[in-house]
């Protein structure tokens, strides 16, 4: 399938992908668009020409009333956005002004937050990354007990969350330096970066229902690229016995295209065989990993061109997405339209696949070593900027994420 807008070979935004985002241009308002190679489609003008099928839903600053259409309506509308996009189809690509008026450059719009997320839940869900993180501190035993037996969460802070671009300020909280059992106050010194996936759900249940591993499709809208910034002196300090709170909830970085589950259907493959064998509710009977290559890259402010620090792929996942939603909801939570799941830290079994600054300098032992200026980076400063990057790779084209990227600023 092609589409009549060009796109190039290597773009993250082939007419198999059209995610989901709220841009405006100039003194507009914020409004939902599909993103094709290097242009947004404006969904607003679309529907107003008669070309999208139900209500109005895209004159809104996030994609919420668009996820509360269902799942049948995603497809209808994913289905009409194609068609008006193939190659041979010439209702759009034959009309200039039409075209002109819905076909926006992306260089000339301004990318917002895409969704009004009610509530954000970070797992721990990669085996690697949490041997890895544990075995820095309990050798003999990396993995706590009930780690293969439940998808190891927390519910973090939606309101800090921010869209790719946003500059990230150096947190201030109480640390213990060295083995000080008194704290002192002040700016994190071990800032770190975590690479994670993370998705939306577009369906509600109502408070006290599950949501079964078999319904998790009805559930599940679309996935973002996450950067969790992490302050890990001040959660060293803190973590005991609650877990993370002032170290995580400062700032966390989303992608600003939102791809759909139906983009990615393609790219699903066979889940890691898990034992001990879960418990029933955990239990799965379709592929739920996804075969996603990811990226780190690290810019220090006295470097020209980013430095890609790690490659790893989303398939390493331990527990999957329809698993960490099941065990959210056994206990009867209420799932919300814009409710944000992230994956934990994505690491592989090669030191350089490592997701976050903390495993890829160990610690700060084995500091990362910038090749075009000789700089060491045990963890972030001030200046460097991080950019996430992911795609699945299919037959001569990608479904991407685009990126997500922030620049630490000082405290």
């Given at each position: 399938?092609?589409?009549?807008?060009?796109?190039?070979?290597?773009?993250?935004?082939?007419?198999?992908?059209?995610?989901?985002?709220?841009?405006?241009?100039?003194?507009?308002?914020?409004?939902?668009?599909?993103?094709?190679?290097?242009?947004?489609?404006?969904?607003?003008?679309?529907?107003?020409?008669?070309?999208?099928?139900?209500?109005?839903?895209?004159?809104?600053?996030?994609?919420?009333?668009?996820?509360?259409?269902?799942?049948?309506?995603?497809?209808?509308?994913r289905n009409a956005i194609t068609d008006i996009?193939?190659?041979?189809?010439?209702?759009?690509?034959?009309?200039?002004?039409?075209?002109?008026?819905?076909?926006?450059?992306?260089?000339?719009?301004k990318m917002h937050l895409p969704v009004r997320i009610g509530a954000f839940v970070d797992f721990y869900s990669s085996e690697q990354h949490a041997t890895n993180v544990g075995?820095?501190?309990?050798?003999?035993?990396?993995?706590?007990?009930?780690?293969k037996h439940l998808p190891v969460g927390y519910n973090g802070r939606a309101s800090s969350v921010v869209v790719s671009g946003t500059p990230i300020k150096r947190p201030h909280g109480q640390t213990a330096p060295g083995q000080s059992t008194e704290p002192i106050f002040g700016p994190s010194k071990n800032l770190d970066f975590e690479l994670e996936v993370g998705f939306f759900t577009g369906t509600e249940n109502p408070l006290g229902n599950q949501v079964p591993t078999s319904r998790a499709a009805d559930f599940i809208f679309g996935l973002v690229l996450v950067n969790d910034w992490s302050a890990r002196d001040i959660q060293r300090w803190e973590?005991?016995?609650?877990?993370?709170?002032?170290?995580?909830?400062?700032?966390t970085t989303i992608s600003p295209w939102v791809v759909t589950m139906a983009a990615l259907d393609p790219f699903r493959i066979a889940g890691p065989d898990q034992d001990p064998p879960v418990l029933?509710?955990?239990?799965?009977?379709?592929?739920?990993?996804?075969?996603?290559?990811?990226?780190?890259?690290?810019?220090?402010?006295?470097?020209?061109?980013?430095?890609v620090i790690c490659r790893t792929n989303y398939k390493n996942m331990y527990w999957n997405m329809?698993?960490?939603?099941?065990?959210?909801?056994?206990?009867?939570?209420?799932?919300?339209?814009?409710?944000?799941?992230?994956?934990?830290?994505?690491?592989?079994?090669?030191?350089?696949?490592?997701?976050?600054?903390?495993e890829l300098a160990w610690r700060g032992e084995?500091?990362?070593?910038?090749?075009?200026?000789?700089?060491?980076?045990?963890?972030?400063?001030?200046?460097?900027?991080?950019?996430?990057?992911?795609?699945?790779?299919?037959?001569?084209?990608?479904?991407?994420?685009?990126e997500a990227s922030g620049t630490i600023r000082p405290a």
């Open positions: 399938m092609r589409s009549w807008v060009e796109v190039a070979a290597d773009s993250h935004f082939p007419i198999q992908n059209l995610p989901y985002g709220v841009f405006s241009t100039g003194d507009n308002e914020p409004r939902v668009g599909v993103r094709i190679g290097d242009f947004v489609l404006d969904l607003v003008a679309l529907h107003d020409a008669g070309l999208l099928p139900g209500a109005n839903v895209y004159d809104r600053p996030f994609i919420n009333d668009l996820m509360a259409l269902g799942p049948r309506a995603w497809q209808e509308v996009l193939r190659e041979s189809e010439p209702t759009l690509r034959d009309d200039d002004e039409l075209r002109s008026a819905t076909l926006i450059p992306v260089s000339q719009v075995s820095m501190f309990r050798p003999d035993a990396p993995l706590m007990p009930n780690w973590y005991q016995p609650l877990g993370p709170f002032l170290a995580k909830s400062f700032a029933d509710y955990l239990k799965y009977d379709k592929p739920w990993r996804l075969d996603m290559d990811l990226e780190i890259h690290l810019k220090t402010e006295r470097m020209s061109q980013p430095q329809a698993q960490q939603l099941a065990h959210q909801t056994v206990n009867g939570t209420n799932v919300q339209i814009g409710d944000l799941y992230a994956s934990g830290t994505v690491s592989g079994d090669e030191p350089d696949s490592f997701g976050s600054m903390l084995r500091p990362l070593v910038m090749q075009e200026t000789g700089e060491e980076r045990k963890f972030l400063e001030d200046g460097d900027t991080v950019m996430l990057t992911g795609h699945c790779q299919g037959d001569g084209y990608r479904i991407g994420f685009g």
